[in-house]
């Protein structure tokens, strides 16, 4: 165990370096100059004003300095938790920008990546051994899954936030308010929450609970569960082994899902206009803002990485077959 | 009388119609007997195996009674089967390899299958542990998982976890079929040491390979499309064969001491009749070298001497 570890440590530091390293290297291949953007913004017109101002912010952000002097010390300020200053936000730093729209991401995302997989799993299970369930379940699994996103999100905020008005139906909060520790805030953020963590939990629950249903038929069938049966084991019994075995795909599964936090949720906040990392990425390729992209890809690589070390050390725990693959048999 | 199968017929129901793998089934195995059923694939001797202790879904039950221990089994009613199942009648399934669930620990899926049957763990553990050693088996495996066992390992594991309730009757299809010759041999022997011991009274050995027959069988049963051939004592199975089919079947074994560069192997002409719409009488006749105009009609499984059962009007 502890050598596995060490070994998946190792490969997830190195995949970091590569990641941050491309992070780094991407938005200095993209066209346009951030600087001259913002010089632009001032509206000067003398040509030497415009230098100073040039000099003067390629300074700030070190962009002066030779190409490998800029990689080193991206570097550096990444170790003290400095990630530069956003020049869309202009003098905000990035990290206090990321940060503060984190909550809004993880808020819809883990919620609708963790319940449509228990609800979708627990679904998916009872279809397996109920025709009744299994005739409904199913077409709808496969109408939910099939939609394009886009287009069931933008559905649901038209059916309940326009039509019924029920929700509203862009904002992580009300435009008049301010953010406070209140119960009146705390509702309204409730409230604006709810469109787009369902849009995400609808359409993953189908697929999970449809993947649950075939994993358990495919379980039940097997050898092991007809020798159980063979030897008069109930039903009970026999499920809850397949049901067992058929969770380690699903899990794998939601670790693929937990990876694509950002992915999923940069269309949710679009649609809705939710303040997540999602729209700070578009805001930020939008505005050529380079520090404002590099910090925010920097926490969706690392959120990334970590889901898929938690689930690769679950996955330890939950089968025995990848402890022996990667410890060396002992047959 | 330990088992006593009378006029059994089981079908598989299909689209195109019932496929008749078990067609009127009627034989005695006496308690201490291990009986082998023999025969070619399709004869129906695993739906045999399997009808006396767990139809599958697509097997029908569609006649006859099978007594064990003067206790009819009901055999198309799973849940009232159940209160048989591994305490009267069990199985050493095929699949020996793949019977045990690969994330669950040895230990663990037997306490779990001994609690459903409410037999305490740890009343029996010791019993348990013995019978591992018995068949060569350290005890630490009930904390390994399947996959950490070779293939004649979890073969033993399975006959040890098969028998510990002491069955009735045991049902072991294909037991060797799976394992190299030595193996085979171990496997073998611990059969028929289980007998001797008392774990099992009696026992139902299925298989393809007659000369495993020969080393484990008191009786061999031999099978012909859904139909019983001949019954009789392994050696006069081998030696003294009646039935025109036997006679072929081993006819067609080879022999040490025979020169094969010098005369043929030989094989049974033709092919066993579909069982979806098999002939009226004799099932072999198309194939038999003593067909005769008798032979339109069923011959009846009769005792010709001691022990020695055979169906064919050419004999009887």
Known sequence: MRGYLARKTLVYGLTFVVAVTLNWLIPRLMPGDPVQRMVARAAVQHPETIASMTQYYER?????????????????????????????????????????????TLGIMIPAILLSWVVGNSVGAMAARSRWLDNVALPVGYLVTAMPYMWLAILLAWGFGVALGWFPVAGGYDFGLVPQWSWSFAWDLLQHWVLPFL?????????????????????????????????????????QYAFRNAMLPQITGLALQLGTILGGALV????????GLGKLVLSA????DFFLLQGTLLFVVIGVLLANFIIDIVYVLVDPRTRTGLTGATA | MALSVTD????????????????GVTFEVADGEIMGIAGESGCGKTTLGKALIRLDTRMK???????????????????????????????????????????????????????????????VLPELERRLKLVGLETDVLGRYPIELSGGMKQRVVLVLSTLLNPSLLIGDEVTSALDVSSQKAVARALVEFRDHGFVKSMIVITHDISVLFQVADTILVMYAGHLAEKAPARTIISEPLHPYTKMLIGALPKVGDRYEEQQLEGIEGRPPSLLEPPAGCRFRDRCPLAHDKCAEAPPFREVAEGHHVACWAVS
Request: charged content about 20%; glycine content about 6%; proline content about 5%.
């Open chain 2, 8 to 23: 059994l017929r089981v079908y598989y129901r299909t689209r195109r119609g019932d496929v008749k793998a078990l067609d």
């Open chain 1, 268 to 275: 949710t906040e679009i649609v809705f206009a939710y303040p």
């Open chain 1, 199 to 239: 849009s995400l939990f609808l359409v993953a629950l189908g697929g999970w609970a449809i993947g649950m249903r075939n994993l358990i038929i495919y379980e039940l069938e097997s050898d092991y569960a007809n020798y159980l049966a063979a030897l008069g084991a109930p039903k009970r019994l026999i499920r």
């Open chain 1, 60 to 104: 700030m952000f070190g962009l002066d300095l030779p190409i490998w002097q800029q990689y080193l010390n991206y570097w550096g300020s990444l170790f003290r938790g400095d990630l530069g200053t956003s020049v869309w936000l202009f003098p905000a730093p990035v990290s206090q920008v990321v940060l503060d729209a984190v909550p809004y």
């Open chain 2, 61 to 123: 039950h569609v006649g006859g009674t099978v007594v064990l221990d003067d206790d009819e089994l009901p055999l198309s009613d799973d849940n009232a089967m159940n209160r048989h199942r591994y305490r009267e009648v069990s199985l050493i399934p095929q699949y020996a390899m793949s019977a045990m669930n690969p994330t669950r620990k040895i230990g663990r899926m037997i306490r779990d299958l001994l609690s459903a049957h409410s037999v305490r763990y740890a009343e």
């Open chain 1, 285 to 288: 390729i939008q505005n050529q």
